[in-house]
């Protein structure tokens, strides 16, 4: 067991212990990059997941910890404040999800990227478990010909790239399920995920995007795609949130990603976000498979008296 690792490896989890054992620890035992920490920074309601941590046969320096506070945010910030402290020779913080599966060679690529590129945030490509569809392969060549094929801003939220986006390339933010971050951003610059995100139910719906994005924006330092690895998102198939408090997060922090892209916007553009957001809330009907419209209509009140509270 090492005592001055190079690199940090958080994991914000919470009532996921199946898939942390399933994909996310077993991923980091196969990495190529040995000198890192893994700390798991857990807000379940049960011990399931310190057992999976602590009963494994891991590899690697893992430390098990119980969240103070309950939210992704909140468990990254107070997780990456620990590593701070706790190992001075960390250069690197790398955060990923319980629910997400390393390659091999990715902690290689992002320490190799942070070395090449002098970046702040490196991001780890997402690669596609199953082959695509053909509506997919349709929609990644119409990236690739508007060179949207990148993790991008677009006017209101942001791009994930394509399946073939390409390694090295700087783009605007990095995904939470496999992001690289310098630890000078936290200690030096003091910029942090913004727990507003969280405000509705604990899950932080594009706190990474405002999080990296907020750093590539302001010039405080480059994102940059990783040389090499990927990693594989498999849903782990809880709900996060129920349909009253999705409707009142997407409500909520689509504006403040709004605010984080344009700040106050010109008059015209938040007359198209209006009708933008309406489509949002009949889109997530559908995609949460409930008509449930009474729950929505709530949540959308409840995040419109959390916007007029902020002013």
């Given at each position: 067991m090492f005592i001055t690792p190079d690199l940090a490896v958080v994991?914000?989890?919470?009532?996921?212990?199946?898939?942390?054992?399933?994909?996310?620890?077993?991923?980091?035992?196969?990495?190529?990059?040995?000198d890192f920490v893994c700390v798991v920074w857990d807000a379940s309601g049960d011990d399931a997941t310190r057992e999976a941590v602590e009963g494994g046969s891991w590899g690697f320096q893992i430390l098990y910890f119980r969240a103070s506070?309950?939210?992704?945010?909140?468990?990254?910030?107070?997780?990456?404040?620990y590593v701070l402290e706790a190992f001075p020779s960390v250069g690197y913080v790398v955060f990923i999800d319980d629910d997400s599966e390393l390659s091999p060679e990715?902690?290689?690529?992002?320490?190799?990227?942070?070395?090449?590129?002098?970046?702040l945030i490196v991001n780890i490509r997402m690669k596609p478990i199953a082959p695509p569809s053909f509506r997919g392969r349709v929609l990644q060549a119409?990236?690739?010909?508007?060179g949207t094929n990148r993790h991008g801003a677009t006017p209101f939220l942001y791009n994930y790239g394509g399946d073939d986006e390409p390694g090295g390339i700087e783009v605007d933010w990095a995904s939470g399920g496999g992001m690289g971050v310098?630890?000078?951003?936290?200690?030096?610059?003091?910029?942090?995920?913004?727990?507003?995100?969280?405000?509705?139910?604990?899950?932080?719906?594009?706190?990474?995007?405002?999080?990296?994005?907020?750093v590539s924006r302001k010039g405080l330092g480059r994102v940059v795609n990783s040389r090499e690895g990927y990693f594989l998102h498999y849903a782990?198939?809880?709900?996060?949130?129920?349909?009253?408090?999705?409707?009142?997060?997407?409500w909520y922090n689509f504006h403040l990603l709004f605010e984080t892209i344009h700040g106050k916007g010109k008059p015209w553009l938040r007359a198209w976000f209006k009708l933008f957001m309406c489509a949002a809330a009949v889109k997530l009907l559908f995609r949460a498979r409930s008509f449930d419209v009474p729950a929505v209509l709530r949540g959308i009140s409840a995040a419109r008296g959390a916007l007029a509270e902020r002013g």
């Amino acid at each position: 067991m090492f005592i001055t690792p190079d690199l940090a490896v958080v994991i914000a989890t919470k009532d996921r212990a199946e898939a942390i054992r399933k994909y996310a620890l077993p991923s980091l035992n196969r990495s190529e990059y040995r000198d890192f920490v893994c700390v798991v920074w857990d807000a379940s309601g049960d011990d399931a997941t310190r057992e999976a941590v602590e009963g494994g046969s891991w590899g690697f320096q893992i430390l098990y910890f119980r969240a103070s506070r309950l939210g992704s945010s909140s468990q990254r910030n107070d997780a990456a404040r620990y590593v701070l402290e706790a190992f001075p020779s960390v250069g690197y913080v790398v955060f990923i999800d319980d629910d997400s599966e390393l390659s091999p060679e990715a902690l290689k690529g992002v320490r190799a990227a942070f070395r090449e590129t002098r970046a702040l945030i490196v991001n780890i490509r997402m690669k596609p478990i199953a082959p695509p569809s053909f509506r997919g392969r349709v929609l990644q060549a119409a990236k690739r010909f508007l060179g949207t094929n990148r993790h991008g801003a677009t006017p209101f939220l942001y791009n994930y790239g394509g399946d073939d986006e390409p390694g090295g390339i700087e783009v605007d933010w990095a995904s939470g399920g496999g992001m690289g971050v310098d630890v000078s951003v936290f200690r030096d610059l003091s910029v942090f995920f913004t727990e507003e995100f969280q405000r509705f139910g604990g899950y932080a719906l594009g706190e990474d995007f405002a999080f990296s994005f907020y750093v590539s924006r302001k010039g405080l330092g480059r994102v940059v795609n990783s040389r090499e690895g990927y990693f594989l998102h498999y849903a782990a198939g809880l709900p996060r949130l129920d349909v009253e408090n999705l409707a009142a997060s997407k409500w909520y922090n689509f504006h403040l990603l709004f605010e984080t892209i344009h700040g106050k916007g010109k008059p015209w553009l938040r007359a198209w976000f209006k009708l933008f957001m309406c489509a949002a809330a009949v889109k997530l009907l559908f995609r949460a498979r409930s008509f449930d419209v009474p729950a929505v209509l709530r949540g959308i009140s409840a995040a419109r008296g959390a916007l007029a509270e902020r002013g």
